[in-house]
């Protein structure tokens, strides 16, 4: 079982994941590196102390614990990396980063490891807002060439320090590893289970500043950011996905603005991060003035219900002031 996840019902499996024997080595591998190998449909990971994980084609991940291995490390590797290289063989752009819904459209806040991207969004998650993922944005696009984030999982990962200025006491939650502070923490309540359109890319950066600002990037710097902070971009190749990356990427950034919001060292400068942020948010104008949340969410039912989006207005129109 894997307690992270919520429990489906009906239909075949979308991804079958089990234990198992996994191959030794990949047979024709593109990319071999110190714990992994990465072919055309094949990629096999091994954590030594862990598991070796074998993904295949984007429809199964089989995973071979290794000796004693830690249950809850098993999962992490499982639901991060493994799970990021399955998104990538199905054709989606796994973006490192979390996914907030803001009057119906989709914000992702990217960055390197310890940005403060899962501090954001939980800030905003603590205001009200939805969250659809935490750490990996899975990014797809629709037959009318639209990009949509799919939902995630209702958990995040946050760092003890983080959560304590949040307001969240992580004595009652589970650490991540051992030897972190990061701890993994439910969502109750306030998680969107509904696709939501990607309208907007905030890219925290940390520098020694004084001041919160917010920058648009524009031109192929805006296509940098997205390659860039693709979750374990490092793959991409080794999966013989280095055209389609770049196809999907390009067509992204004609969809979302991207702006890169620079913060303080100092993480006191949260509370200003968010209000800046909200307000330039709503600023953007006519991106997410289309319909309230609880109108979108309507609409969209309507539509997985029925196949027909028509009634979700002005659907294509999202982040087109970004062009």
Not at 76 to 103: C, D, E, F, K, W
Not at 166 to 177: E, N
Not at 251 to 261: A, G
Request: glycine share 8%.
């Amino acid at each position: 079982m894997l307690p992270e996840l919520q429990q489906a019902w009906g239909g075949p499996a979308d991804v079958i994941i089990c234990y198992g024997a996994v191959p030794d080595k990949i047979n024709v591998p593109i990319k071999t590196a110190y714990c992994y190998q990465a072919a055309v449909g094949e990629f096999l990971l091994r954590i030594d102390g862990i598991a070796v994980y074998y993904v295949t084609n984007g429809q199964q991940i089989t995973i071979q614990p290794l000796g004693d291995a830690n249950y809850s490390l098993v999962r992490l590797y499982l639901l991060g990396t493994a799970m990021g290289v399955l998104l990538m063989q199905r054709g989606l752009v796994p973006i490192h980063g979390s996914t907030v819904a803001i009057n119906g459209c989709g914000v992702v806040f990217t960055g390197v490891s310890g940005a403060g991207k899962s501090t954001m969004a939980a800030a905003l998650l603590k205001k009200g807002y939805s969250l659809l993922t935490d750490d990996v944005s899975a990014v797809a696009s629709d037959q009318n060439g639209v990009f949509w984030v799919q939902p995630g999982y209702p958990q995040q990962k946050l760092w003890q320090d983080a959560a304590s200025m949040i307001g969240i006491d992580t004595m009652v939650f589970d650490r991540i590893c051992e030897d972190r502070d990061k701890y993994a923490v439910p969502i109750s309540a306030g998680f969107r289970r509904l696709s939501i359109p990607i309208t907007a890319v905030y890219e925290i950066v940390v520098k020694p500043c004084l001041n919160v600002s917010i920058v648009p990037i524009k031109g192929v710097a805006k296509l940098a950011t997205i390659m860039s902070n693709t979750y374990r971009v490092e793959f991409v190749n080794g999966l013989g996905l280095k055209i389609p990356h770049f196809k999907q990427c390009a067509n992204i950034v004609k969809q979302v603005q991207v702006f890169r919001l620079i913060r303080p060292e100092d993480t006191m400068s949260l509370i200003r991060q968010v209000t800046m942020m909200l307000q330039h948010f709503r600023d953007l104008g006519p991106v997410c003035s289309m319909l309230s949340e609880d109108q979108f969410v309507e609409e969209v039912r309507f539509g997985e219900k029925t196949g027909n989006y028509s009634r979700v207005s002005n659907i294509s129109d999202y982040g087109s002031s970004s062009r």
